[in-house]
């Protein structure tokens, strides 16, 4: 990968922020792709998840059991811009890349954490683009570093998807992605 990780994070975060701005306050209260979830309840999870992902990254001890709350306040723009800007300084330190930290599957690379966080970016910043019904465009490489990244079923996110869902041969990398996420309404 000749672009780096901290850089394709930052594109990552930079689509899902766009989409973030330009939803709707009344959008939030609609029903995302994924079940039972509003378009609110996944930017909350999501800006749940980079706050977690920050924490680790700073190196202090998270409770992964806790339950979520309320992120968003007033701002959901705002406060995933908040968190974004924080994972990236956590990731962007010397050394957090290589540096193993506690994750709930083990001691884990800053890398593959960071990786991880690039893909709740995409994939969820897709979730709220569609629960909000407005366009969504990622970027190519982000989309291939996640690819890349799933394409290893041993990297530790069994379970955390739903199953894969078919796909047409002619899918767009970016719909085969979401496909093997389990996210059936990537094909309409």
């Known amino acids: 990968m000749t672009t780096s990780t901290v850089d394709l994070l930052e594109r990552a975060y930079a689509g899902t922020a766009k989409v973030l701005a330009i939803a709707p306050l009344g959008a939030l209260a609609a029903p995302s ?5 509003t378009v609110a309840d996944v930017a909350n ?12 990254a ?14 968003l306040g007033d701002d959901p723009a705002g406060a995933f811009d908040t968190a974004a800007a924080r994972c990236l300084a956590a990731f962007g330190r010397p050394g957090v890349l290589t540096t193993e930290f506690a994750f709930p599957f083990g001691p884990t690379p800053g890398l593959v954490i960071a990786t991880i966080s690039m893909q709740e970016a995409l994939v969820h910043g897709w979730d709220i683009a569609t ?9 190519a490489d982000v989309i291939a570093a996640v690819a890349e990244f799933n394409a290893d079923s041993g990297a ?3 379970g955390m998807f739903d199953p894969a869902v078919p796909v047409s041969a002619g899918a767009s990398p970016f719909t ?4 093997k996420l389990g996210r059936p309404a990537a094909n309409s």
């Not at 792709?33 to 979830?37: L, Q």
């Not at 700073?58 to 309320?70: H, I, L, P, S």
């Not at 085969?176 to 496909?179: D, G, M």
Request: hydrophobic share 40%; proline share 4%; with cysteine.
């Open 131 to 139: 629960g909000a019904e407005i366009g969504y465009e990622p970027d």
């Open 58 to 71: 700073e190196g202090q001890e998270v409770d992964f059991d806790a339950e979520e709350r309320d992120h």
């Open 45 to 56: 999870h999501l800006v749940s998840a980079l706050d977690v992902f920050a924490r680790v």
């Open 176 to 179: 085969a992605l979401l496909a």
């Open 33 to 37: 792709p994924c079940d039972g979830w």
């Open 156 to 158: 530790g996110m069994d």
